[in-house]
């Protein structure tokens, strides 16, 4: 059974850093691509990054690249991704899902999916 389950979300301030894991079980790391997703309040739902099964590559969207970083530890079968430098517009509820294909910033390309974590960046 293909199951993902994020952790590490929470409240912070302004600058402040968060690390979200992403623990997957069911399938290898080796075969699928990891990405991470956010939904704030009356939005869309919108790409965040993402790592490549095949080598690692990273993609990332505009407005988190050097802030963002994301890795993977296929040993542990888990996507982390390092949040620093955080701002009230990365508020919002954050899901990582996986992907057979190619790393995509668009969610239809995901066929699983966790149950998110909320990350609060507030003061």
């Known amino acids: 059974q293909v199951q993902l389950v994020e952790s590490g979300g929470g409240l912070v301030q302004p600058g402040g850093s968060l690390r979200l894991s992403c623990a997957v079980s069911?399938?290898?790391?080796?075969?699928?691509?990891i990405g991470w997703f956010r939904q704030a309040p009356g939005k869309e739902r919108e790409g965040v990054s993402c790592i490549s099964s095949v080598d690692g590559s990273t993609y990332y969207l505009d407005s988190v690249k050097g802030r963002f970083t994301i890795s993977r530890d296929n040993a542990k079968n888990t996507v982390y991704l390092q949040m620093n430098s955080l701002k009230p517009e990365d508020t919002a509820d954050y899901y990582c899902a996986a992907t057979s294909r190619r790393c995509s910033g668009y969610a239809y390309s995901f066929g699983y999916w966790g149950q998110g974590t909320q990350v609060t960046v507030s003061s």
């Open positions: 069911g399938f290898t790391l080796d075969y699928y691509a």
